[in-house]
């Protein structure tokens, strides 16, 4: 008797041996399951008797939702149902534990990461229980919303977080590869790194900073990035969000989910693209109509002065003439900046314009502009655009605030690639202490816009940097 319950210890609570030989004896005298769903049907883990001929007589509801590619079934071998879920190594150790009729439990190995543990139990001389355990978190509900939807642009994750240089991934929803088809999913399991290697090089600083705030104590984050599958690609956009699972029990598990939010970056990506072509073709308008409204009626008025008697209250006359002529050189800078005509000759041509002019109309900031040889054949038109309008916003930042003498705006290359950086020697702001102006924020938009990388730094009294690449 003690021999027969030592055999029998599918977990760590010990059910009556004697009970369950006699469900397995009457569900093959009457061909019934109820009774081995009474005792089995609600168990999370699964549940397989099989007989002395190693046929399946029973797999409970949880069991019936693990093979995926045949159909295990009352009278099928167990040894079809285990090819599916057992690597090799595990496989053959399953079949000698048949063979000898000994009981033995699997910790790895399996083919489904749902699969924690592979217990193997002989009942006297009736057969065998096979009781496989299943991550918690994973229940028959998920597994088959996910199974049955992989379309579904929301799946999950389990890791183990790995300092601050990476996570190793313990489990994956089923739709997991489809969200990620690139991905090899062994690798996904197994190199702690291989995940975060397929983030796009802009977001991955990022994405290491936020294990670092996991590491320091927080315990959840939203992150949202890009994944990309070669050098060139412009990347696929995801959210994450990611929460503690147990403090008590596991302080180091995290679980993540993971949404496709792509179509929602690019619609609004394409109404940031129509804000920007409707305000740029309203300055446009405003720039005609001042240069052909405002601007000739100034001319006018110039003109009638010019024509009065400089006896009759000559100081009156020459101070409106004055007024008037720096009236029309703010009028034409306004036009300039509203709708600057010289990008259609490109835009290395046009920032030498921009900066020759600023020179023109500014006498206490020096203005340089430096690189006329570097090539700019790549860059379309819109592109060009959005970088002409970030410069401009830069110096205008630098104008308003920087209470500088000097701005530099020097054209090279980085990786045979073009980049600008300009710099001004003002004094300077921390952007930890900023809320990001409109500047800022447009210049931001403007830099995704035309697919270039942005990087602005400043410090207390070393003045503004910043780096363009495209």
Known sequence: MERDRALYKVDDTAEDIFRLQRLVKGSLLTGSDLELDAFFGDLKSAIIIVDNDFKILYLNNTAQTLNLNVDAVKGSMVIDFAKQLLQNDALLTFYEALLNRRGIAINDGFSLVRIEKWVLNPIGNDGFVIKI????????????LFRYFPGMPIGYFGFD?????????????????????????????????????????????????RLRSLKKGKNTFSFEFRMIEHADDEGRWFRMISSRFSEKTEKNFWLAYIEDIDPEKQATREKEILVHETLDDERHRMSMELHDGLGQNLVALNLYLSSLSPDVNGDLVQSCRQLTTDSIRLMKSMCYNLAPPDLDKGLMYALDVFFGKSNEHSSSINYRFEGKEIPMKQLSTDRAYHIFRIVQEFVTNAQKYAECSEVVCEVGLRNNQPVIIIHDNGKGFDRDKINGGFGLKNMEKRALLAGAKMELSSSIGEGTLLVLEF
Do not use: K
């Open 133 to 144: 355990l299943l991550d918690e978190l994973y229940t028959v509900s998920a597994a088959n």
């Open 161 to 209: 977080l790995l300092g601050a240089r990476g996570i190793s991934i313990r489990f994956v929803s089923d739709n997991f590869s489809s969200l990620f088809p690139g991905m090899e999913m062994n690798a996904t399991m197994n190199d702690p790194l291989y995940f975060a290697q397929f983030m796009h090089p802009e977001d991955h600083g990022e994405f290491l900073a």
